[in-house]
């Protein structure tokens, strides 16, 4: 049983699945069968706990509502925004801020699935019916909708936690460009990867460590990358990483969530099998800088003859 094991945990490793529960099929009459079911409905229990919640966010970034519309509709008594709640919850009779126009409206009532209700949760299809913002259905069409102004900040600069995609075979170069999507919004981006280096020494796994810089100092963490994984394999990197970090730049402001994620493709390349490049995960982010400056390890060798 033990050898069993160990031999499939060792093919999960570097894997989605790492570190998951791993228990044995046993036949009727073994040993194991009696509590078999009982082991097997722990693990679950285990597993499922905070199910879709990112392990690296905030309680407070959880509740936060985060409504994404598809669809704006004139009514006689309104407008309906069609969408999906991607966090937090919303309840009829408060108020949702709509970023893309920079104005509030009021929930005047919700319905999921053609039936009315008071409130709707995360992973809920729903329409809100909003007044408030004569014209709303002309002026958007797609979006976002929020609690309130602060629950969202517009950057043009953000460092992200950067994950690649297996199925990308292209070489994921610093200073490339990708087209970054976040929500309905999509606009070109430069990247610069950085990070690797300490990213391996660090045993959570989640960045945690990474915190922003006191602007005009050089930070030890910002070990410069001129591609996505550079050094994995070597002595200083031996094993590969699960992410690198990034400065993402932005040609204009884009509202995005608290620690909220992005995806990262390159559209212009028709022939590839897979277009998509990345994922991002918002660490943070401002205005025109990132406050890093890079610094990138060199070293020459010499031998000395001494003459004379």
């Not at 009459?29 to 079911?37: E, K, S």
């Not at 602007?215 to 410069?224: D, E, M, R």
Request: with cysteine; hydrophobic share 35%.
């Amino acid at each position: 049983y033990g050898q069993v094991v160990a031999e499939v945990r060792s093919l999960l490793a570097g894997t989605n699945w790492e570190g998951c529960p791993v228990l044995p099929g046993v036949p009727s009459g073994h040993d194991l069968a009696d509590n078999y079911r009982e082991r097997i409905v722990k693990a679950l229990e285990a597993a499922t706990e905070g199910c879709g919640k990112r392990p690296d966010a905030k309680e407070d970034d959880e509740k936060e509502l985060y409504f994404a519309v598809d669809h704006a509709l004139p009514t006689h008594r309104g407008t309906v925004l069609t969408g999906t709640v991607l966090r937090g919850s919303v309840a009829a009779g408060s108020s949702v801020y709509l970023p893309s126009i920079g104005k509030s409206a009021k929930v005047k009532a919700i319905q999921s699935f053609k039936e009315t209700v008071v409130l709707a949760s995360k992973g809920d299809r729903a329409g809100l019916q909003v007044a408030g913002v004569p014209g709303l259905a002309t002026t958007m069409q797609r979006g976002i909708a929020v609690a309130s102004r602060e629950a969202l900040k517009s950057v043009k600069v953000c460092v992200a936690k950067v994950r690649r995609v297996d199925f990308f075979k292209s070489e994921m170069k610093t200073g490339g460009k990708f087209h970054l999507t976040v929500g309905s919004t999509t606009v070109h981006a430069t990247v610069t990867f950085f990070g690797a280096l300490e990213i391996s020494k660090d045993p959570s796994g989640h960045g945690d460590g990474l915190r922003p810089p006191a602007p005009g100092l050089y930070a030890s963490q910002a070990t410069y990358l001129s591609s996505y994984g550079e050094g994995e394999g070597s002595a200083d990197v031996p094993a590969p990483v699960a992410y690198n970090y990034a400065i993402i730049a932005l040609p204009r402001p884009v509202t995005v969530p608290p620690r909220g994620r992005m995806i990262g493709s390159r559209l212009d390349v028709s022939s590839a099998p897979c277009r998509v490049a990345f994922t991002a995960d918002v660490l943070w982010g401002g205005g025109e800088g990132s406050g890093y400056l890079f610094y990138r390890s060199k070293e020459k060798t010499c031998r000395v003859h001494r003459l004379g």
